[in-house]
């Protein structure tokens, strides 16, 4: 299985409308942002998160390296991304003691 991953906008607008607040300050002082401040501060926010964000999966398994790539394409074409790379899991010879199962790593797909 091959998997798609990368930083896609889209990921960055949903972690920044978890992580920004629409209050300022603390429990005395604390205060509602205006939507032209809170539209600011979320702006902000998804710069930061877009620049500093760590490769997450963006698509689902694929069955073939073709379909990722065709997959990265059409993401790439669709929206604002950056770090897209194909990856799959790769056997490290080692098995884990506690679940005797053989334990996998991600591996880049170079074509």
């Not at 920004?20 to 926010?45: H, M, V």
């Not at 770090?83 to 790593?105: A, F, Q, S």
């Amino acid at each position: 299985m091959f998997f798609v991953f990368g930083v896609s906008e889209t990921l960055v607008k949903k972690a920044a409308d978890k992580k920004c607040s629409k209050f300022t300050g603390a429990y005395p002082n604390r205060r509602e942002l205006t939507l032209d401040e809170y539209q600011q501060k979320l702006a902000k926010t998804r710069d930061e998160l877009f620049a500093k964000m760590k490769a997450q999966k963006l698509s689902h398994g694929l069955s073939t390296p073709s379909l990722a790539k065709q997959y990265a394409e059409l993401t790439k074409a669709q929206e604002q991304c950056r770090d897209i790379e194909i990856r799959y899991r790769k056997p490290t010879g080692v098995i884990n003691p506690k679940t005797k199962k053989e334990v996998l790593e991600w591996t880049t797909y170079i074509s």
